[in-house]
């Protein structure tokens, strides 16, 4: 789907760039504006962390997302819950629908697929557990502080045994998905294919990440007030804003 029914006024944006295939990219992203990350050729996976970015020891929490909303596949009004039963991101806009829980991180192992091209010189594949090593690294962050991700751009299917499949369900060329902050948020991504992903082919599109100010939200904004866990969860978040403001 095109961006063009939801564009953004210019004098809005306060950062605008294009991630690689296999690249990786971590900013902060302050309480009130909205991180648009859009895949204008498709996408088969962007792997995302998230932490507060005024006390990182609170972070996205895969778990509780989930079980607090009732599913695991996040699309449009939905939240993205912190470990302190916290609201890090609220999703405003998504074109796609496609975002899971529970399908982790690309690894070593999980590039194994690609062995074969890479003995032939075809390229180093990236994959995004090394990726969010190297950006944590770099926000004095480490290897203990990678926890369970959120999957952007793809959909897995949960087996009735709880096994997890590649469902061959990937975001379109121009899907977008909006994130705005609810605290002051240190993001990370990865733009890797997502782990189960079948094809022996490392097919990574380019990304774009666009952060800008996005309005004050009204009273009756579809995430705040979707259900009762959300309205209780903002409660949370709105207190903790107020206590990092003094």
């Given at each position: 789907?095109?961006?063009?029914?939801?564009?953004?006024?210019?004098?809005?944006?306060?950062?605008?760039?294009?991630?690689?295939?296999?690249?990786?990219?971590?900013?902060?992203?302050?309480?009130?504006?909205?991180?648009?990350?859009?895949?204008?050729?498709?996408?088969?996976?962007?792997?995302c962390l998230c932490y507060n970015a005024d006390n990182p020891i609170e972070r996205y929490n895969a778990a509780d997302t989930a079980k607090i909303q009732f599913n695991a596949f996040l699309q449009k009004g939905m939240l993205l819950y912190s470990d302190m039963g916290r609201?890090?991101?609220?999703?405003?806009?998504?074109?796609?629908?496609?975002?899971?829980?529970?399908?982790?991180?690309?690894?070593?192992?999980?590039?194994?697929?690609?062995?074969?091209?890479?003995?032939?010189?075809?390229?180093?594949?990236?994959?995004?557990?090394?990726?969010?090593?190297?950006?944590?690294?770099?926000?004095?962050?480490?290897?203990?502080?990678?926890?369970?991700?959120?999957?952007?751009?793809?959909?897995?299917?949960?087996?009735?045994?709880?096994?997890?499949?590649?469902?061959?369900?990937?975001?379109?060329?121009?899907?977008?998905?909006?994130?705005?902050?609810?605290?002051?948020?240190?993001?990370?991504?990865?733009?890797?294919?997502?782990?189960?992903?079948?094809?022996?082919?490392?097919?990574?599109?380019?990304?774009?990440?666009?952060?800008?100010?996005?309005?004050?939200?009204?009273?009756?904004?579809?995430?705040?007030?979707?259900?009762?866990?959300?309205?209780?969860?903002?409660?949370?978040?709105?207190?903790?804003?107020?206590?990092?403001?003094?």
């Open positions: 789907m095109s961006t063009t029914q939801h564009s953004i006024d210019p004098t809005l944006v306060t950062w605008d760039e294009v991630i690689p295939g296999g690249a990786y990219w971590s900013r902060l992203i302050k309480r009130g504006t909205t991180l648009r990350i859009v895949a204008p050729e498709g996408s088969r996976g962007v792997a609201v890090l991101f609220s999703i405003t806009e998504d074109t796609c629908g496609l975002h899971d829980t529970l399908g982790g991180c690309s690894t070593v192992t999980t590039n194994e697929k690609y062995i074969d091209r890479v003995e032939k010189g075809d390229g180093d594949y990236k994959n995004s557990r090394d990726n969010f090593l190297l950006a944590l690294t770099k926000r004095n962050l480490g290897k203990q502080d990678i926890m369970p991700n959120l999957n952007l751009f793809t959909r897995i299917t949960v087996a009735p045994e709880g096994g997890l499949t590649w469902a061959e369900q990937t975001a379109q060329p121009g899907d977008f998905i909006d994130l705005r902050a609810e605290m002051n948020a240190l993001v990370v991504l990865s733009n890797c294919p997502h782990p189960l992903d079948p094809r022996s082919t490392y097919d990574s599109k380019p990304i774009r990440a666009i952060v800008w100010n996005s309005p004050t939200p009204a009273t009756d904004d579809l995430c705040r007030t979707r259900t009762p866990e959300a309205v209780r969860g903002f409660q949370n978040t709105d207190a903790y804003g107020l206590q990092v403001a003094d």
